[in-house]
C-alpha cells in the first residue's frame, strides 16, 4: 500500500512504478485523486493494482472550491465509473463539516456517495487542526472559540464535531456521519455485494464478519 496523497500526481512515473510492479507479480494498492485518466488506471490494473484509497471529501462543488479541492464531482464520476469499468475496487473517504456545509449539502454527500458506490467508505467530520487555513476560517467567522480546547475525539475514540455554524449545530454535524454511514451499507444491493463477496471464500468471510462486529461496535458507540 502506498500511501501517498500525491502518488498518481505525475502520471508518467505512477505508469512506470506500475509497470515495475507488474514485472515484480505484486498485488498492491496506493492513494489516488478521482482525476486520474482512463489510460494511466487501465496500466495500472494490468501491473496489479487492487484498490485505490480516494479522498472524494464532498458530493457539492461549492465545498469543493471552498476547501481548494482542485476538483469536481463530474470529473470524480467519471474516475469512479472508469475504475468500475477496469474492475479496480475504492475505498472512498469523504467529510462533514466543511466550510459551506448544510444540511441540504450533507443530504447531497450522502446521495452522490450512493451513486458513485465506492466498495467501502470511511466518514470523518473535519478537523480545524490549529495552523490550518481551516483553523484560521474557523476562529475568523467564530465556528469555533480561540484558545478552546478541541477535543476531536471522546474517550471512547469516536469522531466529535469540532466546528458549528449559525445554520448547523455540531451536534447535527456529529449524527450526519451516523446517518451517512447507515444510508450507504444498510441498502440491498451494497448487503448483497458484501455478502457475495463473502461467499467467495473464509477468510473473506471471516473478515468481513470481524468489521460488521467492529461496525456496529462503532454506531452503538456513536449513539451514546
Known sequence: MFDDDTFTDFKPRVEEIARGLGKLGVTWSCNAKANVPFSTLKIMKENGLRLLLVGY?????????????GLRTDIARRFSEDCRKLGIKIH??????????????????????????????QV????????????KQAIEN?????????????????????????????????????????????????????VREMLVSWEMMCRRLREGVEFFSFLRAHKA
Open 57 to 69: 471529501e464532498s458530493g457539492d462543488d461549492q465545498i469543493l472550491l471552498n476547501i481548494k479541492k
Open 142 to 194: 467564530g465556528w469555533m472559540q480561540e484558545n478552546k480546547v478541541i477535543n476531536l475525539v471522546s474517550s471512547k475514540g469516536v469522531q466529535l464535531a469540532a466546528i458549528g455554524y449559525p445554520h448547523l449545530s455540531r451536534d447535527e454535524i456529529y449524527h450526519g456521519l451516523e446517518t451517512f454511514y447507515k444510508r450507504f451499507y444498510f441498502r440491498p444491493s451494497k448487503i448483497w455485494e458484501i
Open 92 to 121: 472512498g473517504t469523504f467529510i462533514l463539516g466543511l466550510p459551506g456545509e448544510t444540511r441540504d449539502t450533507i443530504e447531497k454527500t450522502i446521495e452522490y456517495a450512493k451513486q458513485i458506490n465506492p466498495h467501502t467508505i
Open 124 to 135: 470523518s467530520l473535519a478537523a480545524p487542526y490549529p495552523g490550518t487555513t481551516l483553523y
